[in-house]
Each structure stands twice: as C-alpha cells, then as structure tokens.
C-alpha cells in the first residue's frame, strides 16, 4: 500500500473508531476483548482498502469486517454474564465471598457523557448483558437492525444470509429480550442530587444513608464475586459486614459507564494513600437506585481515565 492510500485509508476509516469499538463491545461483553478486535479490525480493513470498490460506504465496509471479525472471535466462547444473571439465587448471610477468575465476566464500557441519549441507551448494562444471552449471530443480527437500523436487505449482506434468515433471527432475538425494559432509566444529568447524595454516603460509609436510596428489589453484584445481593437488609447486611470501607477514608471520582453514573471507589491504605479498590455502576429508575455493579477489575480504572491514586 503506498503512502498516499494508507493516508486515505486513516483519513476515511479513522472518525468510525469509537462507533465500531462500541459495536464491538456490545457484540462481544468485554471492553478488553472489543479494544483487541477493533485493531484487528482495522488491521484487515488496511489490508484490504486496495480493493475497497466504494459499492457501500466506508462506514457499512468497516461495520461488515468488524462484525465478522466479532463472530470469529466468539466462536467456541462462552457468553459473558453478571453474577445476577449467572446465579438467579440472591446470596445469604451464611455464603462466603469467594472470587471466580475462571468465569470471563462482562464488563463495563467507558462512554462520553457528550453522547446523545439513545446512544447511551444501546450501550447500557443491562442491555449488554442480554445480548450475551443470544447466540453471536441471532445477536449481530439483533444488533445491525435494531441499533445501526439497518435493513434487513443490508443486514442479510453483511452476514452473509437470506433475508429470510435475518427476519427469523431477529423474532427470536426479541422473544428472548420480551422482557427488557429500560425506558425509565434515569440519565446521570437528571440524578445529580441523588449521587451527590450518594457520593456523601459512600464515603461516610453511612449505611442507612445509603440504603435509602436504595429500590425494594435493588441487586448488589460484584464481579468475580459470584455472590450477589437483593434488597436493602441483604445489602445493608453486605456493607456493614463485608465491606472493607472506614468511614470518611475513602475517595469517589465520577465517570461514565454505560450510559450510567460511575464511580472509580479508592480507600486509603496504611499509609493513607487513596489506592483503586472498585468501579461502580449504578442504574437510577424513577429516582431510586436499583442496581450497583461494583467492578472490581482494576485494570479498568486506566481505559477510564481513572488515576492511580486519588
């Protein structure tokens, strides 16, 4: 490739990065894992610009390579879970935490809280975890109609399949998702009195505080803790017992996760250095909290432009 096409190449595929690594990241539940595709990616589209024919847009001609890409990469794979979803039996105060590294965990994706709302709706957690429930190419096809809005005609092209076959796919896709509903998520712009409230809480480790903010049926998670909790009593049992936090020595700096309100959590050491300990995600509906999925993933805290200490 001379140098001339390589700099067309960069100057025409490079503004779809961040729209493809987000695609990448819904098809296969791993931040780490959709940073490794969209290089491959874009490794391959390089490679094969030469005899791009300009039949789609670049943009379709990316969106097909990295797609395919996706489902190579999950052939053999098991699907990504949240400890709620891979165990539907909330835990008791008698299960100890026991961390599982076997298990390949979902994980949260940074978004830009630039982003217009129903970008951040294709990216929430809940919706991503629900897509690892359906088989790579029921949830492709899932994916290119419903949140790219593709035809089926240019869905078919993409994967290489009738019409037919993408219609039949996608009824079973929404079948399987009937019961997903997030139209009354709270964006993070709307709750700011709720998380100040939370962040104040938090670091006073005021338990009742915190509970109050809580839904009846809020669920706790903490992957790889496969262990999760239900309910204010089960939570607050959680964090009066389990959770190594002192009051007034820890740090909460905000981010954005999933289109959701995140938290990097940082406790002191003995030396009373603030150091990475989680990454919280919550999920606010109607004013209440109704999920905090607590990462504890610290490899994440640098992708989200968490510092090392706070």
Sequence with gaps: MTVDVATD????????RRELLAHCYRMLGSLHDAEDVLQETYLRAWKAY??????????????????NTCL????????RPLPAGLSGQ???????????????WLEPFPTDPAVIVAERERTRLAFVAALQHLPPRQRAVLVLRDVLRLTAAETADELDMTVAAVNSALQRAHAQLKDLSEDQVTEPEDAKELLDRWVRAFVAKDVPAIVAMFSEDVVWEMPPYPQWYRGPDMVAWHLTNQCPAVPDRARMIAVEANGQPAYGLYLEDEDGVPRPFNLQVLTVVNGRITRVSSFF?????PRFGLPSTA
Excluded at 50 to 67: C, D, K, N, P
Excluded at 90 to 104: G, I, W
Excluded at 297 to 301: H, K, P, R, T
Aim: hydrophobic share 35%; no cysteine; proline share 6%.
């Design 9 to 16: 190449f960069a100057t025409a595929a490079d503004p779809f």
């Design 297 to 301: 993933d610290l490899s994440l805290f």
């Design 50 to 67: 030469g005899r791009f024919e300009g039949r789609s847009s670049v943009r379709t001609w990316l969106y097909r390579i990295a797609t």
């Design 72 to 79: 190579t990469a999950l052939d053999g794979r098991s699907r």
């Design 90 to 104: 909330s835990a008791t105060r008698e299960d100890p935490l026991t961390e599982d590294h076997e298990v390949p």
